[in-house]
């Protein structure tokens, strides 16, 4: 499973928070990072809530059942066979914070005026990692993450409001690049958020409309250069229900075989 920012010495502490097809996006020409265009996706529609998540991975995959409130704020996270197996639990200590709690393991939000994240913090196994996230015009735009002495910055490049790449950097190094493609079906569910986009399972711990506007169109191919280890695509093909929400996504990494990346169901 690729974590976030794809680097290994984050994923334990990192890859929590965090981010197929028959036709692709037109290219067009690229555009700074402050963008305007196409009306972005907002996520499910009214009513709509993510109750079941369940991935196939190299990590074993596993479960992921979500509880809301009357509010249809999201309070518990219960997940079976994972390594992260357990209930965590999500309260909201002010208006623009939130808290999640397993045991001794603990994630922490601070929200602007706009509902978007703009600092993370976490602390599992006794490690603590921090993320600051910065926006133009609602997009997602930079992130940097610390961590055991160790600092990633990321640069979020946007064109006509789909999300064309993610670069990481480290000591002045790039590390990681992702470029995307995209197909005509929109992003109507929403839970594929800029900030996940580097994570292969999509996001399974925070809702995508906390970090943003998102592409309108779901991902059709994604390309990762990576520093010294090299260049890999992977393929998207998805089952729609009726009501145009993703139920199941495939994935084909290369020339190899296509297998089920994960499914999801919704209330």
């Not at 580097?198 to 991902?219: I, Q």
């Amino acid at each position: 499973m690729k974590k976030l920012f794809n680097f290994s010495i984050l994923c334990a502490i990192l890859a929590i928070a965090t981010s197929g097809c028959d036709i692709f996006a037109d290219p067009q020409e690229e555009k700074p990072n402050d963008p305007t265009g196409e009306t972005p996706s907002t996520g499910g529609g009214a009513g709509i809530k993510l109750v079941t998540y369940l991935y196939d991975s190299s990590d074993g995959g596993g479960t992921f059942n979500y509880e809301y409130d009357n509010q249809n704020r999201l309070t518990k996270i219960t997940v079976t066979g994972s390594n992260n197996n357990g209930v965590w639990n999500v309260t909201y200590p002010t208006s623009n914070t939130i808290r999640y709690v397993k045991g001794n393991d603990s994630f922490f939000f601070t929200k602007n005026s706009q509902g978007y994240v703009t600092y993370y913090e976490a602390n599992v196994l006794g490690v603590k990692a921090t993320q600051n996230l910065e926006y133009a015009n609602g997009y997602l735009t930079k992130t940097s993450a610390e961590s055991m002495g160790l600092t990633i910055n990321q640069t979020f490049v946007w064109n006509s409001g789909k999300l064309d790449a993610i670069e990481s950097r480290s000591a002045g190094l790039v590390i990681d690049k992702i470029t995307f493609t995209y197909t005509s079906r929109a992003n109507k569910e929403g839970y594929i958020s800029p900030w996940t986009m580097s994570e292969e399972n999509g996001n399974r711990y925070c809702p995508a409309s906390w970090s943003g506007k998102m592409s309108p169109n779901l991902v059709a191919t994604k390309t990762n250069e990576r520093f010294m280890i090299g260049t890999t695509t992977i393929s998207y093909r998805y089952d729609i229900n009726t009501d145009g929400y993703v139920t199941k996504v495939y994935a084909k990494e290369n020339a190899g075989a296509e297998y089920l990346l994960y499914e999801v169901k919704y209330k």
